[in-house]
């Protein structure tokens, strides 16, 4: 057996403090809870100097708080470290892609997803997030969410509101895709304005 290199040894070393259990979900939790009420000001502003601030100490308080409260929480604290590792493997799966897709172009063209593309992808991202999410929460028969709704699924395919449920699911997404606005649609209908506000 490989002799544990001495970084490895280090990791292994802040995993057994509670540095990834503990200090790293108490800062981002801490983070974003305290960016979110610097952007949305629900605790108040105070008036200095004839300009609104936000209530930094305030802020602050709460969302130390809240970080509190989450990691005192083991179950939540394995849910979050869970999820932000997949959810990180997803989104390096898109930068391959664009990757991959960028070979195909100039060095002066941009590698973007436009119309039609970039909204099947942030679906694509959407629904990868829910099932990250759903895996990563446990019932108390240590099942996950996902696992449940899977084996319910399978075990109730034959009944008759399954099939039936299917089935508007795919009748809503092909109405939706019908009656919503086509690429390039938009991009259209702003030269035919040009046009006429030119006569």
């Given amino acids: 057996m490989a002799e544990e290199s001495t970084f490895r040894g280090a990791i292994s070393f802040l995993e057994k403090i509670g540095v990834y259990d503990v200090v790293l979900p108490f800062i981002l939790i801490f983070t974003i809870v305290f960016a979110i009420f610097?952007?949305?000001?629900?605790?108040?502003?105070?008036?200095?100097?004839?300009?609104?601030?936000?209530?930094?100490?305030?802020?602050?308080?709460?969302?130390?708080?809240?970080?509190?409260?989450?990691?005192?929480?083991?179950?939540?604290?394995?849910?979050?470290?869970?999820?932000?590792?997949?959810?990180?493997?997803?989104?390096?799966?898109?930068?391959?892609?664009?990757?991959?897709?960028?070979?195909?172009?100039?060095?002066?063209?941009?590698?973007?997803?436009?119309?039609?593309?970039?909204?099947?992808?942030?679906?694509?991202?959407?629904?990868?997030?829910?099932?990250?999410?759903?895996?990563?929460?446990?019932?108390?028969?240590?099942?996950?969410?996902?696992e449940s709704f899977w084996n319910f699924l399978v075990n109730n395919w034959q009944a008759g509101w399954t099939a039936s449920l299917i089935l508007v699911i795919f009748i809503a997404i092909f109405i939706g895709y019908i009656v919503g606005p086509k690429p390039g649609g938009e991009h259209k209908e702003k030269k035919e304005g040009n046009g006429d506000h030119g006569h």
């Fill in 38 to 146: 610097e952007k949305t000001k629900v605790l108040g502003v105070e008036k200095i100097g004839g300009h609104e601030y936000s209530r930094k100490d305030l802020n602050a308080t709460v969302a130390f708080v809240i970080a509190f409260l989450v990691v005192a929480s083991s179950k939540l604290v394995t849910i979050i470290n869970e999820s932000l590792g997949k959810i990180v493997l997803l989104l390096l799966i898109s930068i391959c892609f664009l990757l991959l897709i960028g070979s195909f172009y100039r060095y002066d063209e941009k590698v973007f997803l436009e119309g039609w593309w970039r909204k099947a992808f942030m679906a694509f991202m959407f629904i990868g997030v829910i099932l990250i999410f759903s895996d990563a929460v446990k019932t108390d028969s240590g099942e996950s969410w996902l």
